[in-house]
Nanobody, 115 residues
Framework: QVQLVESGGGLVQAGGSLRLSCAASGMIYSISVMGWYRQAPGKQRELVAFITTTGNTNYGDSVKGRFFCSADNAKKTVYLQMNSLKPEDTAVYYC?????????WGQGTQVTVSS
């Protein structure tokens, strides 16, 4: 069984920063991609960022230049550094792992940005 544990969410003022972490554990044989999605109330879940095991990254248009995704493959952990946060970044952030030929999701962590 694979588990994803997210941490680092919280309340921050606009312009501030937060760093999310997601640690994977369990029967993981091969990882291809780790990343982050978010879902705001009344909206669809959207891509925030992902990183491959070779270090290639991809970002959603709304976060480019502000958010940075990194990973520690040995620790099976992915990070999301969020800078210059805006109220519209408020959402539940979900970690996603592509491994073992499957997708795994974390429980989500709330990020709230006040104006």
């Amino acid at each position: 069984q694979v588990q994803l544990v997210e941490s680092g969410g919280g309340l921050v003022q606009a312009g501030g920063s937060l760093r999310l972490s997601c640690a994977a554990s369990g029967m993981i044989y091969s990882i291809s991609v780790m990343g982050w999605y978010r879902q705001a109330p009344g909206k669809q879940r959207e891509l925030v960022a992902f990183i491959t095991t070779t270090g290639n990254t991809n970002y959603g248009d709304s976060v480019k230049g502000r958010f940075f995704c990194s990973a520690d493959n040995a620790k099976k952990t992915v990070y999301l550094q969020m800078n210059s946060l805006k109220p519209e970044d408020t959402a539940v952030y979900y970690c996603k792992l592509n491994a073992n030929g499957r997708e795994y999701w974390g429980q989500g962590t709330q990020v709230t940005v006040s104006s």
